[in-house]
């Protein structure tokens, strides 16, 4: 089974961050509003303009993303966790 | 009697989730504020762009899709129980 | 006397639902908050664009439509009871 | 003294409904909360576009229009109540 | 001294509407709540579209105009106080 | 060192009112809740088109503006307290 | 490891204002709710316009910039606390 998101939406795994720092010192909750990482699974096909064209998603399946704690829908899809969310919603990918 | 969709609407039928998790033990409603799942009946013939162009959607009927569970307008067509949403609302499709 | 409606403006005449279920049992207000059923009187000459194109509209006079409880503004013409609405409101139209 | 509405205004004179049923019962207030009958008296020169071009009104002097209780604004010209409202809050025009 | 108002602004003095009624009686404020009248002075170069044409106003300098009493910002210049506002404040333009 | 504001951005200099009227009288402050004058220091490129051309602003350094009490951002540069507003918020040009 | 912000996007990293006047006096919070100063990091590819065209960014890689003192979000990257905003966040460049 997969799942095609559609337009400019794409499909990601979180990537839970440690939650302890380098010291091993746990951090508290109110200390992570921070913008999460995620890995993308899927892409949709592309943003559509207001022409009609189809925009491709600059983001692809794979890439290593920031996002905002608050972005995207909660799914479960086999039996996985996920999330369904815009490219806009996406701050920048992580490379190398 | 069938029914067109105007647009960029499509005619949906929720399925249900199984209320049970595989080990058979009932979920709280709570716990199920998740995308639901449902089957596309029939689609309308598109977007019109502000050029006035008509986009064929990218849905089309029999696609099994991911909602957000508030989405769509419920409506009772032959005695069923349908919805009819804009493809905006539809999240991904689930191939396979 | 006809009403011809401005731009993308339909005028509606309401079809009530049956008050009741087939088996004859009557269905109480608060169960009838669905979508309405209506026929297509006379419709606007269509949807003027960004740039001043003229659309014509997808519903036609005689067309049996789907429409939001709360779509449209009351009138009274001729005696009858109608409702003036933008295609916009349209949900779908109910073919065969 | 003429008054030259500006690009897609028209300066309408309201037609007062007849307060009385034909069987001659008043109708009292609340009952009467339907879009108002008036006779257009002049158009400004059309809608102007996002690209710039004007496209001339649909209605025209003379015209006997339908329009919303609350439309427009209300304007003394000449000792004449009358009311200066967009071409977009005209609901249709009635003929014959 | 002069002000030249920027793109679709206008420069604008009031004409205080005359506190009695042909017979003499003063109107209390309450009854004045009807649009104003004032006298262009000058008036911008002109609305920007987005495609960043400029397109000339199509009020000029000397008109009467009608405009909402709440409409524009007040400014004293050399003295005499004045209105800028936009153009699509102005409802229209009182010839003759 | 030189402030380059971006896009339809300008950089302005508060010129403040006399306190006093030509009399002599000090204005109380609720009396000057007026349209502020301002020199413009520099401005950016220009206004960004949805086309994504861009169009150099009408406003230009040295002009003599007027603009609301509230536009604008405060910000000290070599310690001057300055203002970066868009053109937008400017409603003229005071010249001569 | 080197981060990519998306499409308009840039990252920042903020500089400090000092906390001391030229005199060595200490200014209190409430005294520095001015736009600040930051560094630019790395820029995303530019602004995608309605027609899916890019316009690149103005700003660019090392351009010292003012922006307002809540823009962006803050994230961590590599133990330092950087800014990612979006362009229009940016008022202006400190050049020399």
């Given at each position: 089974?997969?799942f ?19 010291g091993g ?24 303009s ?7 998603l ?7 993303i920031?996002?905002g704690?608050w972005?995207?829908?909660e799914v479960?899809?086999?039996g ?13 990918v992580?490379?190398?």
């Open positions: 089974m997969t095609r998101p559609l337009h400019d939406r794409i499909l990601v795994e979180r990537i839970e961050a440690e939650e302890k720092t380098r010192i746990i951090i508290p909750d109110t200390a992570k509003e921070k913008p999460q990482e995620g890995r993308v699974i899927s892409v949709g096909t592309g943003t559509v207001d022409k009609g064209d189809v925009r491709p600059d983001v692809k399946a794979g890439d290593k920031l996002f704690k972005s995207g829908t479960k899809l086999e996985k966790d996920l999330l369904i969310m815009k490219e806009s919603d996406v701050m920048g992580i490379e190398g």
